[in-house]
C-alpha cells in the first residue's frame, strides 16, 4: 500500500434528519471533534479519531454514517452545518473518476472493481467492531485528558532510534516513554495522546495527536512502567505537498531525558483476544503496524513462557520498500512456526507494484480457512485509505471460499472479532 | 437486601460499599421502592425480558451496554460524572469559589426542595404512562416506553441518592415521601400539575416524551452547572440518559406525520373525516396535541417574575442553560429582561430585573429548542409535498401559571373574550371527541416487525437492531 497515493478516506458524518441535537455526542466525544450550532451537530474531520465512543450512546443511531471520499473533498464543519440531509455517498464511477484525475495509482483499481451502486462494500467503518474479543483484558481508558481529573500527565524520553533505513525519505522512530510512578495501564491495540508544545497559527494550543502503543501490557522492557511508539515523520501531507507535521516531528527530534504531555489511554474494543486457542489475522501498513508490534510481541512473550502454542498469528504488512518497513530485521528473526509474515511492497525497483491486498488474496485459502474459525480475531491498521482494498479482498476471499459475506460480517461484528483502526 | 453485593447489585461509582450509612438509607428506601414498582410500574409486564440499554458505569463503553433484561431486574445504579477537583463556582455572589462537596447550612432547605422537586417528576412520569403497554403500536415502541420508564426510575435514584446522603434525617423523610405521592390523585398529588395529568394514549405520550422530557433537559442543564457538586455531577449523567426520552418524542411524533402524510398522497386528500376513516390521525389533530402539550409544559418553567428563580442564581444553587458558554458577567445584578404583560386587550412587553426573570430566561431557551424540532417534523410534511405546517402557539396561549394565568390567549397571541375562547377551543386544544378518536385507534401490536396502522416504522432499529428485532420477549 502506498502511502503518499492514497486519498480516499471514511468520513465520519451525522445525518441532520434523524439527530435530535440531544449533546450527548458532544459531551461523549474524548477529543472535542463534535461542535453545533442552532441547526446542525457535525463532526470535525481533522479532529475525529474514529475511537467509536460517541456510536452507542447516541440515541437515534444518527451518528453512525460513514461516507468514502477524497481526502481534498471532505465535508467540511460549515458546509455540513448548513445540511438538511446527508449527502449520499459517491458512486464508485465518480470516485473513480475523482482519483484518476488526481492521482493516477492504487485505489481507483479496487474502487473500480466494486459494483456500482453496491455500496455495502464500501462502508469499511461499519463493519469494524465497537466491542471488543469476548476474552480480552479490561482495559482502562481516559485517566488522563480534558474530562478527566489530571488534565495529562508527564512521560520522560528513555529511548528514540531510528528503524527504517537511513537514506530514504521516510524516517520512521521508535520512541519509549517512562512514565515513572505514575499509573498509565495499557493494553495492546489502545493508544495514546501527545500535546505537542506550542500553539497553532491561530494561537490556540496543538490539539492532541493519537500514536497507537508498540509494546505489550508489561512495558517495552518487562517490569518498568513504560510503553514504546511507532512515529512516522511526516514531511508531506496527503496530498504530497510539503508540510512539517507538527506532533510527529517534534517527536521524532525528542532526546532522552526530554518530558512530553500525554493524554489517554484510548480504545476499549481494538484489543487481542486472551483464550489460548485464539488466532490473530493482522493487517497493516507503514506505523500500522504499532499495534501489531504490541499483540506479536505479547504472544512472543507468552510462548517463551509455555503459553499460547496452539493460537496462530498471519500477518499482512505493506510498505513502499523493504528499507521503509518498520522493525524490518526483527521481523525476519521470528520463527515460521509462530507466525505468518506476508509481506507486500509497491515500490521496489523492477518489480510490479504489490499491496497487503493483493498477498492477502495470493493467501485466500489459509486466510478463509482462519476467518471460518470463531477464535479468530481480524485487525487492520494504517492510513485510512487502505480499508477499502482491504474490505474487499476479504469479501473476496469469503466468497471465493463460498461463504456468505454478509452472515460472516455481521457475525465479525458482533462478536468484536473484526477491528479497524486507520488515519 | 441485607447480602446485596453493592457494586453488582446497584452498580456506583459513589463508593457504596465503603458507606454504612447510605448502605443502611438505602437499604429502608429500596424494598418501597420495589413496591412502588410492582404497584405503579408499567401494567402486567413484570415477567418480561426487554431490550434495554443499562448504565454499569459512566464511560462510553460502559453507559450503553444493550441486552435483553427482566425489568424488575434492571440494574438501577448511582452514577455521577467524574469529578473535576479544580472546578469553581461560575456564576452569582460566590463566582470563584471552590464548588461544594457538601451542603452549605444556610442553603441547605433551598437546595432539598429543588432536589425533591425534580425527584419527584421522575415517578410521577412511569405512573402516568403505565397503562401504555397494554396499547402499544409495535414491540419497537413497547420497548421505548420501557426504556424511558427503567430510566425514570434511575433518576429517582439519583435523587433520592442525593437525599439520603447530604440530608440526614430530613432527607430520609423526603425519599419516602417521593414513593408516597401518586400522580393526579387528589389528596397527594405530585407537585407540578403537569405531572399529574393523564397520558391517555400513544400521541399524548410522543407529545409528552418530545416536550415534558425537554423541560427536564433544561432543568437538569440549569441543575448541572450549581455550585454543588454531587448535584452538578449526578445531573450531568442524567442528561445524556434523557436524550433518548426526547428521541422517542420526536421520533415518534415524526412518524406519526410520516405515516398520515402518507395516506394523505394514496387517497389525495386533505379531509379529516375521511383520514380518521382510514384508521390515521389527521393533522390538525396533531396540531391540537401540540398545542396543549406545548402550553402545560411551559407552566413547568414557573412564574415568568419569581425572587425563588432569583435566590437560586445568586446563591450559587442553579444557573442557566449553558451558563458556561455565555459571556456577561454571570450575575445579572444590572440587566434586565423582557416578559409579557396584559394591558387592556393587548400582550405587551416590559423590561424586569433579569435577576427576576430568570424563569423566563430558561422558558426562552426552551422554546427556541422546541420550535427547532417541530420545524423538522414540518420538513417530514414538506417532504410528502403537503402544503400544511405545525406551529407551536404563542407563549401566552392556554398558560396557568403566571401573568398570563388570567387572560384568555388565542394560539396566534391575540388576546380574546371568553365567548370566543369558549366557541374556539376545541379548534385549538384536543377535544374530548378528539381524544376519543385518538384513543380508538390504540390497539396492541406485538408482532416482531409490525406496526399499527396509524404510525411509519422508524428508521433504525435500536443499537443498529433490525425493525423486526425481538425487542420484547414476552415469556
Ligand atoms: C488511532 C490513531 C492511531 C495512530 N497511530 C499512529 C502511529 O502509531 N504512528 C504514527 O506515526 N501515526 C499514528 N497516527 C497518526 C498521528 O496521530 C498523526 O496524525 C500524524 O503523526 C501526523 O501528525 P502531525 O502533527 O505530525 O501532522 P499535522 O501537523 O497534524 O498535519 C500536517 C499535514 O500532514 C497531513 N498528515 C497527517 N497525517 C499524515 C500521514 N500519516 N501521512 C501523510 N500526511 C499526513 C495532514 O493532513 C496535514 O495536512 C494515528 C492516528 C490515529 C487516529
Ligand atoms: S468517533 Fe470518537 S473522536 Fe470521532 S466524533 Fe466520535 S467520539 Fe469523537
Ligand atoms: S448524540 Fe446523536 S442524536 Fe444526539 S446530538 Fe449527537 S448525533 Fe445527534
New interface residues.
Partial sequence: MDMAATTLIRQHLIDP??C?????CE??CPVGAITHD??NYVVDASKCNMCM??I??C???SI?NWRTLQRHAAYSVTEQLAW?TLPAELSAEQLADASAAQIPQPLESDVATAPAGDQSTLKGGSFGATIPPWSAAHAY??LYGP???EHSIIATVVGNVRVTEVGTDYDTHHIVLDFGSMPFPVLEGQSIGIIPPGADAQGRPHHARQYSVASPRNGERPGYNNLSLTIKRVLEDHQGNAVRGVASNYMCDLRIGDKVHVIGPFG??FLMPNHPRSNIVMICTGTGSAPMRAMTEWRRRLRQSGKFDGGKLMLFFGARTKEELPYFGPLQNLPKDFIDINLAFSRTPGQPKRYVQHAMRERGADLAELLADPNTCIYVCGLKAMEEGVMLALQDVVSEAGMAWETLAAALKRQGRLHLETY | MANIDYSEKIPNNVRLNEDRTLQRALEQWQPNYLNWWSDMGPDGSQGFDVYLRTAVSVDPQGWAQFGHVKMPEYRWGIFLNPADPARKIHFGDHMGENVWQDVPGEYRANLRRIIVTQGDTEPASVEQQRHLGLTAPSLYDLRNLFQVNVEEGRHLWAMVYLLHKYFGRDGREEGAALLERRSGQQDNPRILQAFNEETPDWLSFFMFTYFTDRDGKFQLCALAESSFDPLARTTKFMLTEEAHHMFVGESGVSRVIQRTCQIMNELRTDDPAKLRAAGVIDLPTIQRYLNFHFSVTIDLFGADQSSNAATFYSTGLKGRFEEGKRTDDHMLKHDSYKVLQVRGDALVEQEVPMLNALNEVLRDDYIKDSVGGVERWNKVIEKAGIAFRLKVPHKAFHRSIGTLADVKVAPDGRVVSEAEWNAKVNDWLPSPADRVFVASLMGRVVEPGRFANWIAPPVMGINRQPADFEYVRFN
Fill in positions: 434528519e434523524i435530535i441535537r440531544c449533546n450527548t459531551a461523549t442552532s441547526r465512543d460517541c452507542s450512546p440515541p437515534t443511531g453512525d438538511d481508558t481516559n474530562k478527566a481529573p476499549a474494543s
